[in-house]
């Protein structure tokens, strides 16, 4: 009798666990930090640094975005859901530019899009030598 209802506890006592395991690690929310604030775009390269990018950021609420780095000169250009973004500046990996966002907690629902980036002599380099994040 005595095995039984240990065999018994255990087995809820598992459950119990698992249960709230999941509800610990749930993605159904946010995770981190959240509400108004700042993302941050982001670059890495395999090759020569960019000195000029252009690039999309697409998603609700996005304003005033400004360079991350003192001694870059930045240009953007809002149209509704979408700014465009000319960064001049020399990155060879980090921190580009900064905007504000309602909720920093959707990082995920930004979009970015890599047009063009120019070395230090003023000649396109490959896009496919750039990764661009944004991230809290």
Known sequence: MR????????????VSAA???GACSSSDGPTGPSGP????VNVST???AGAAFLITITGNGITNPVVASGGDVIYS????????VALIGEHSSGALFKF???NIANVGNYGRILHEVAGTDNELLPNGN???TITQ
Do not use: H
């Not at 209802?5 to 006592?13: E, F, H, K, M």
């Not at 604030?37 to 941050?40: P, R």
């Not at 250009?77 to 700014?83: A, I, M, Q």
């Open 77 to 84: 250009f809002p149209s509704g859901n979408t700014v465009k």
């Open 130 to 132: 750039f990764v661009v």
């Open 46 to 48: 395999t090759g020569d």
């Open 19 to 21: 249960f709230l395991a």
């Open 37 to 40: 604030g700042q993302l941050t």
């Open 3 to 14: 095995i039984k209802r240990a065999s018994t506890i255990g087995a809820a006592l598992a």
């Open 100 to 102: 504000s966002v309602p």
